[in-house]
């Protein structure tokens, strides 16, 4: 799947004249915590509930003499900006510019790693330098919704087909150990035995085998032999 089959397509958005209150209301009709900025069908900017905490009509807007001298002193440059941020009246002046997008191409792993190295909500989708969509965390989390339906079937329907599939599962694992622990299938029970490292890799075992459809129950006798803590021997 990619970013062009999970995103919202129906897209809210402004334009660099529109007046910063009208924006605020579209915020609260859409509850959306921001909306893209197009001019002439390219984006250029993203407004967010950040950009309009700090505004006059609210009495939040930053004030310097509130602040001590020496704030003052090495930050007094910044001043001119923020009183444009909490004064401005229309969104080209209060408006991020869109730093974070991605392309329509962009893979499920390369959305998942953009929205969470940047701990970003959404982030929006571009063909070339037109928007064409959003994608959301939300948007990622019903992908997942999606899928994990599509891949519930009747599962395996022996012991010797649930065997196969988990040790398929475990064998391109690079935490798996298959020299040093052994798996076998009883009525749809899949038991552990031998020797094992951690107890994080005794429950990587576990979720593995559970989720091989037609398992019905995990059962790891190797727990018993791992330390209570790393450093002892």
Known sequence: MLARDVMTRDVAWVTPEAPVLDVAELLVARRVSAVPVL???ELVGIVSE??????????????????PWW??????????????????????????PPVITVLEEASMVELAKVLERH????????????????VSRSDLIRALVAKGRMARGPGCTN??????????????????????????????VVHFSGLVDSHDEARAA??????????????????????????YW
């Open 39 to 41: 001019d002439n069908g």
């Open 50 to 67: 950040v950009d309009l905490l700090h505004r006059q009509e609210l009495g939040t807007a930053w004030d310097p003499f509130d602040r």
């Open 71 to 96: 704030v003052r002193l090495f930050k007094g440059e910044q001043w001119p900006a923020s009183y444009v941020k909490s004064h401005a009246a229309t969104v080209a002046d209060v408006m991020s």
């Open 119 to 134: 701990s970003i909500r959404w982030v929006p989708v571009l063909r070339g330098r037109t928007l064409v969509g959003i």
């Open 159 to 188: 012991d010797d087909a649930i065997h196969t599939a988990v040790l398929g599962e475990l064998e391109v694992q690079p935490w798996w150990r298959p020299g040093q622990s052994q798996v076998t299938v009883s009525d749809g």
């Open 206 to 231: 576990r979720v593995a085998a559970e989720n091989i459809p037609g398992v019905k129950g995990v059962q790891d006798h190797r727990l018993d032999g791992v330390m209570p803590a790393l450093g």
